[in-house]
């Protein structure tokens, strides 16, 4: 059985989800802030060892017209200092991430019943790193209903 940790990354923060390939189901966890990019390429690593993760799947940016973004560079580097710190043996696959944190915030906005539009709810969901773990999750689902298509 694959394990799977799914990733947003951002410049303040990385959203995390994980999941199997046996219930095909991304599950939001706690982000891990970006303020000390040591720190969070070393606790990352942590989880993929403790998660027994093999794949990670990580949203990259890329722009409307498919091309790539500042933001989706960016994410190639992290991925590249996160591959040091990670054994042999676990495998990085970037998927593009257009828009997935509009779809987390919808998500979020129906689970709650709130609104999510309200500038201090936002931020305050942002701080705590809700969207980007949501985020993570929707990168991370929308992997495995690839997946399960491609299987048909």
């Known amino acids: 059985m694959a394990n799977y940790?799914?990733?947003d990354i951002g410049r303040k923060r990385v959203g995390m989800s994980n999941g199997d390939?046996?219930?095909k189901l991304a599950l939001p966890m706690d982000?891990?802030?970006?303020?000390?990019?040591?720190f969070c390429l070393r606790k990352i690593a942590n989880i993929i060892s403790k998660l027994n993760a093999n794949v990670v799947i990580i949203g990259s940016p890329l722009n409307?017209?498919?091309s790539k973004s500042e933001m989706?560079?960016?994410v190639d580097n992290f991925i590249?200092?996160?591959e040091k710190f990670v054994g042999s043996g676990v495998v990085f696959v970037t998927v593009d991430e257009r828009l997935t944190s509009v779809q987390a915030e919808a998500d979020l906005r129906i689970a709650r019943g709130t609104k999510l539009e309200s500038h201090g709810h936002k931020r305050k969901m942002r701080q705590r790193g809700v969207i980007d773990s949501n985020a993570a999750a929707v990168i991370?689902?929308?992997y495995f209903n690839e997946l399960a298509l491609r299987a048909q």
């Open 64 to 66: 409307m017209d498919g």
């Open 80 to 82: 590249l200092d996160l």
């Open 140 to 142: 991370l689902q929308d």
């Open 5 to 7: 940790l799914g990733l």
């Open 21 to 23: 390939d046996e219930l």
């Open 31 to 38: 982000a891990v802030s970006m303020v000390d990019r040591l």
């Open 72 to 74: 989706s560079k960016y």
